[in-house]
């Protein structure tokens, strides 16, 4: 089991700049969701796929970001001109199918936009 | 507007002493509750979960109490142990698919 991986791990870049992560779900998840979590918060949703079906997405997903999951396997999480309020932890998670499969979450990547 | 709340940013116990986290919800449509354990530098781990047919479900030294009546769940650590020592995160969803909503977190410190 090698379990959900995210990379990069960290990532700075400057304010207006894109930036582009991505997760590999655990194999036979169909199930990926991205979180945000910020200092002193818990994780929040951002969006959610089946398969390559993007299902749900927050309110906090403003046009800037864009996530996408060809084929149904990793996933990418892109920022377009990044703020300085993007700055934060991004978390891929995956799950099963059957109801009430808890989410496995990966390391992160840290975003750090100056 | 929180829909899952942990109102004790932290806790601290010693070690072989009983650890109780709480956390209090407010959506009626909750039906699946999760507890998981967070180290620096790591993504949050699965610790152990119930669902709304069930008022006790238990893991080894680790127990959830769900009150749907009081919509509060509550984990259980005994004995703790310094190894125990973590943000531990509540989360809740309104079915199948839909979301997991996480509370704040609340830091345990087990000491020795």
């Known amino acids: 089991d090698t379990g959900v991986s995210q990379d990069p791990r960290h990532k700075i870049t400057k304010r207006g700049q894109n930036v582009t992560f991505r997760c590999d779900p655990i194999?036979?998840?169909?199930?990926l969701y991205w979180y945000r979590q910020t200092l002193g918060q818990g994780p929040e949703f951002l969006t959610y796929?089946?398969?390559?079906?993007?299902?749900?997405k927050s309110r906090l997903l403003s046009d800037r970001f864009s996530a996408e999951r060809p084929k149904g396997s990793f996933s990418t999480l892109e920022i377009q001109r990044t703020e300085q309020g993007d700055s934060a932890m991004y978390l891929c998670?995956?799950?099963?199918?059957?109801?009430?499969?808890?989410?496995?979450f990966g390391n992160g990547t840290r975003l750090t936009v100056t | 507007d929180q829909q899952v709340k942990q109102n004790s940013p932290s806790l601290s116990v010693q070690e072989g002493r009983i650890s109780i986290l709480n956390c209090d919800y407010t959506?009626?449509?909750?039906?699946?509750f999760l507890w998981y354990k967070k180290y620096p530098a790591e993504g949050p781990t699965f610790l152990i979960s119930?669902?709304?047919?069930?008022d006790k479900n238990e893991d080894g030294r680790f127990t959830v109490f769900l009150n749907k009546s009081a919509k509060h769940l509550s984990l259980h650590i005994v004995p703790s142990q310094p190894g125990d020592s973590a943000v531990y995160f509540c989360?809740?969803?309104?079915?199948?698919?839909?979301?997991?909503?996480f509370g704040k977190g609340t830091t345990l410190s087990v000491s020795s």
């Open positions: 998670a995956s799950s099963l199918d059957p109801e009430n499969s808890p989410l496995h």
């Open positions: 194999s036979e998840h169909n199930r």
């Open positions: 796929f089946q398969n390559e079906a993007q299902l749900e």
């Open positions: 959506n009626s449509m909750f039906d699946y």
């Open positions: 119930i669902s709304s047919i069930k």
């Open positions: 989360a809740a969803s309104a079915g199948a698919g839909t979301a997991l909503i």
